[in-house]
Structures are given as C-alpha cells and as structure tokens.
C-alpha cells in the first residue's frame, strides 16, 4: 500500500486483553459458551419474559441478540457498547447527555444527518454550536477547554479530513466534557478513539459491521460507566431499540469485516491513484494518497485509510450526474461500507451546500479491482464524450 502507516504504531492495536487480535476477536465474541447451546446467538423476538431472572421487558434490559452486537463491537474498541435503531439513535443518545444552554464544537465537514440534528436543537435552544475545521487541531484543543460536547469525525464524511485525534483526546477538558468521535469510516480496525482519551466512540453498524447494506443499526460505546448507564437509559426511554433480525445481521456482518476492510482498502488504494492520473477528475480524495493534505496525519493515527474516495470530475454537476447514470457493476445509491461498490453525487443531497457541485463519493466494495476500473473509467469517459 502507498503510503501505509509504519507497523510499529499500531502494536497496541495487535493486541486485545483477552490475549487475541482484534481479528479473532470478531469472530469469536458474543457467542454462546454453555454447553449444548447453539454456535451463534440466534434471534430472540421476545418483547417481555418470564419474571425472575433479572431481565422483564427488552425495552428496559435488552435480549441476548442485542447483547451478542454489544459484545463484538464493544470488545473490539475495548469499552462497553450499547446498541440502537440507527447510527443517528446513537448520536441522539450522546446528545441527550447535554443540559439545557451546552455549547457543541461540530466540524464543518460532517454527515448531514448530524448537521440537521444539531441545528434543530439549536433552533430550540437547547445548545450553542461551534464549526471548527476538522484539521485545525489547535482549534480543538481550545474547544475541549470550553465545550460541554466535542464531535469529531474523522475522516470526514465526504472530504475525509483526518483529524488528529491523538493531540484532541489527549488535551486538557473542562470538567464533564464529552469528546466523542464518529468513527464508522475508520472502523475500529484502522482507530480506536477510546484508546486515544476519547469518551465515547460511535458506529453506523448500517455501514462497515453490518457490511451487507440491509440493515439499520448504530452502536455506541464508553469507557465511562456511568455514561454507559446514562445511555440505556437514553435508548430505554426514547425507545430507540435496535430489531432483533438488525442486531443478528449485524453480529454476522461483523464476523467478516476485517476480510471484507483489508481488501476493499487494497482495492480503493488502487483506484484513487488511477484516478488521480484520469484526465478528467480535477481533484481525488484519499488519505492514503500523498497528495491529501491531512495524508501526514492519517499516516500517524490511521492503521490503515479506509475504502472511501471522493473526487471532482472535471464537467461540473451534470457530469458527474452522468458518471453516476453510466456505471454497470457499481451502484448509484447511497450509503457505503457494503460488499458491493456504490456511488453518489453529494452535493445533491439537502445540506450538502458547501461541497463542490462535481464532487462522487465511491464506496469500494469487494469486487475485483480491476473491474471497477473499468467501469468507472468506461462511465467517465462516456459521460464527458
């Protein structure tokens, strides 16, 4: 891989308190031990249960299919992991954490759910917002001495900014803050916010874990006990319950992620330096290229740079609306971290105003590498003839 982040950074990534690497963990957590039980933890459609053993009502204590996601995801970025309808559940539940008058620090490049979300709570009063570029790291720092929510993501949906999330977790906070990351692009397999100082790190498990684009769930996870409280707490009263069919899809999903990332990254390294050299892309970005300008910081925290690239094709929006209608084996659709490559136009999307009208975010799947190419290639230059 170009560019790859020297190995020795990431030993403590290697490494698990159970004595196994984050990739067998995957595989092995939330499963059943009692003898005679089944392999996997199966589906439990239950809504209440026998009283007396501790668990009553789902809504309230959970079922052991939700448990099964919170075990492999919260393991994985070693703290302890509630699980949730969606991703934007589990970042209305970190929310929720904030007293009337909070002041949030947000990125000025970020998924445009959390934008809207933010707005509406400002609109109502409930908190004040600060926009900080993601890159500039003394900017956070500031913001982690006079914040009540710090909200990273990095890298950025779609820019891919890196943050320096070593230098922003580590710094000095005012009493009760919350720095929490988004780290569904990383995956906890390339970062670990919790690990770097972090309070609360969040994934889209709609995305990478679930892997396979059909399903809805969000899991957050803390090293902070009574934060993990206060967020059952926040599922159990605004009934923000992941399905148990999401839950269990999930826990599969998961089971194959480090596969699936190791060689959809391999893949998307490959296809943004071809795309960089394409005559007509006026911009690639990747931060696995050396040309993107948070590259020396993705290198540092990053263990490996991800299966997202978003470029420019030269032509404006129309264009690049006619590079989306002209791909076969990718997928015009929204979302990413599937099996399967898709792509988009995000300046399409409401709320989006401050990206470039041309600019495709390309999730990169599975498929073979040099298949994509061909098809991406193919759609731009037939769109531009």
């Known amino acids: 891989m170009n560019g790859a982040p020297p190995r020795e950074v990431f030993e403590s990534m290697d490494k ?13 957590a939330g499963r059943p031990s009692e003898p005679g039980a089944p392999l996997n933890v199966p589906l439990v459609p239950a809504s209440n249960f026998i009283i007396g053993a501790g668990r009553d009502y789902s809504r309230d204590e959970g079922t052991p299919t939700w448990e099964a996601l919170e075990e492999v995801v919260g393991g994985l970025e070693l703290g302890r992991a509630v699980a949730f309808a969606s991703g934007m559940a589990a970042i209305a539940a970190v929310f929720d954490q904030l007293q009337a008058g909070a002041v949030v620090a947000l990125p000025d490049d970020c998924y445009q759910g959390v934008a809207g979300l933010v707005a509406a709570g400002a609109e109502k009063g409930r908190w004040t917002v600060q926009r900080v570029a993601v890159d500039d790291t003394a900017a956070w720092i500031r913001a982690c001495g ?21 230098a922003v ?12 990351v ?47 409280h206060a967020l059952l707490k926040s599922r159990e009263l605004t ?16 089971r194959t992620l480090a596969l699936r990332l190791e060689r959809a990254q391999q893949t998307a390294t490959l296809l ?16 696995g290229l050396p040309s993107h300008p948070t590259h020396a910081v993705a290198r540092r925290v990053l263990r490996g740079f991800g299966t997202i690239i978003s470029f420019d094709v030269d032509g404006g929006a129309e264009l690049a609306d006619a590079v989306c209608r002209n791909v076969r084996l990718i997928r015009h659709a929204t979302s990413l971290g599937g099996v399967e490559s898709t792509m988009e136009r995000r300046a399409a999307i409401a709320g989006q105003g401050h990206l470039p009208p041309s ?16 098809d991406l290639d193919g759609a731009i230059r037939s769109a531009a003839a």
């Open 239 to 254: 009934g923000a319950t992941p399905g148990t069919l999401e839950a269990f899809l999930a826990v599969r999903g998961a």
């Open 146 to 166: 006079a914040a009540d929510l710090v909200w990273l993501e990095s890298p950025s949906n779609p820019l891919l900014t890196v943050a320096d999330l070593e």
């Open 359 to 374: 600019l495709l975010r390309l999730s990169v799947g599975i498929e073979d590498a040099d298949d994509l190419w061909a």
């Open 169 to 180: 977790c580590a710094a000095p906070r005012k009493p009760g803050t919350i720095v929490a």
């Open 182 to 228: 988004d780290n569904t692009f990383a995956t906890p397999l390339n970062q670990r916010p919790l690990d770097l100082g972090a309070t609360v790190s969040m994934q889209s498990a709609t995305k990478f874990i679930g892997g396979h684009s059909d399903l809805l769930a969000g899991v957050a996870t803390t090293g902070d006990d009574a934060l993990w």
């Open 272 to 287: 943004a330096e071809r795309l960089e050299a394409h005559p007509r892309v006026a911009r690639v970005r990747f931060p």
């Open 16 to 28: 698990h308190p159970f004595g196994i690497k984050p990739e067998s963990w995957l595989v092995s």
